[in-house]
């Protein structure tokens, strides 16, 4: 089965189905057991399950235990849940006696702002808000928010001043967290997690971001499509998995403005958006460093992601840059 690779804040997968439901199997590869599929949305993103259980039963079983795991994860990490623990955290400026994968995430996050010199920076919702506000406005300016209001942005951006403790997690008043960069791959390898405690040897799981279980039940790799970022519904190359996470991040995803030069990529260092490349696709053995790394790596230099792969979990890297050419880096 061939997909295309999408998140929330990038691209929806093509023709996959709004609302929840399980699926029977079509064409797909069996191995002595058909598969169940689930479609439906998390953390905003479309979301899919492929499962290949002989008991039937069971299978709907996992998908619906993964789902509720899914569903919990959501409550603390969705910025547009009104109840969920990270929208009190960047309401109040602090959390008292936090959920256990609120401190873990929080403290992943800050491992990736280490490794990539804080690109990879948590605390850059203050922007998202900036850009929002700036083109929802009637006739807003097409140049963007002035230089002074990005310069005041980025006075509340950066998470060396995040305090994460088992505890408590504390930031200064004004700053404001998204984890839009790295919930989904998160969630995504929780709900794998739970599939392998239970015996599933064979899955392909996308929570916003893919990851597989296995190979396919016939032995083949599964394969994962990344999106042209310029023709809708194309995919521009396959990656063939086993037992690994792939995670796109792509400008194209969310753009501000009519124009496209405004996107939801913020560099943390100048409050602008990434413009190097078209997209940025990781295949790692974890959906986390995936997510994470597409988004770091959108506002690095070729030779900065060359520099930097020998230390993260990361396989390859599939760039496509402003020009449509595209560029594969292996670890």
């Known amino acids: 089965m061939t997909r295309t690779i999408s998140r929330r804040r990038f691209v929806r997968i093509s023709a996959a189905a709004a609302g929840f439901g399980l699926v029977p199997a079509g064409t797909h590869a069996r191995a002595g057991a058909a598969p169940l599929i689930w479609r439906g949305t998390m953390l905003g993103a479309v979301a899919t399950m492929e499962i290949y259980h002989e008991d039937r039963a069971q299978a709907e079983r996992l998908i619906s235990a993964a789902c509720a795991e899914a569903r919990r994860l959501e409550r603390l990490f969705s910025l547009y849940l009104e109840d969920s623990a990270l929208v009190e955290l960047n309401r109040t400026g602090i959390l008292v006696d936090p959920a256990v994968e609120m401190v873990e995430l929080l403290s992943i996050s800050q491992h990736y ?12 919702q203050p922007l998202w ?50 984890l839009n960069g790295i919930a989904q791959g998160y969630v995504t390898d929780k709900v794998v997690d739970l599939l ?14 893919t990851r597989a279980i296995g190979s396919r039940p016939d032995g083949r790799p599964w394969e994962v499509g990344v999106a042209d970022p310029d023709v809708v519904r194309r995919t521009q190359t396959v990656l063939p998995i086993i037992d690994r996470a792939v995670s796109t991040s792509g400008a194209y995803g969310f753009e501000f403005d009519p124009a496209g030069r405004f996107n939801h990529l913020f560099d ?22 995936a997510d994470a790394l597409s988004t770091a790596f959108s506002l690095m230099p070729e030779d900065q992601i060359r520099a930097l792969l020998p230390h993260v979990d990361i396989d390859r890297v599939h760039l496509i840059d402003a020009t449509g050419s595209s560029v594969d880096l292996v670890a």
Do not use: W
């Open 268 to 289: 943390p260092r100048t409050g602008g958006c990434a413009d190097r490349y078209r997209s940025v696709t990781t295949v790692s053995r974890n959906a986390t460093a």
């Open 196 to 209: 392998r405690a239970q015996g599933v040897g064979h899955s392909l799981v996308d929570m916003g971001e």
């Open 129 to 178: 808000d900036l850009y929002a506000g700036h083109f929802s406005q009637e006739d807003p300016d097409p140049a963007g928010p002035t230089p002074a209001t990005i310069q005041a942005a980025l006075a509340s951006v950066g998470c060396g001043r995040l305090s994460i403790g088992r505890d408590r997690i504390a930031m200064p008043r004004g700053m404001a967290v998204t």
């Open 113 to 124: 702002a280490k490794l990539t010199d804080g690109l990879f920076d948590l605390t850059v």
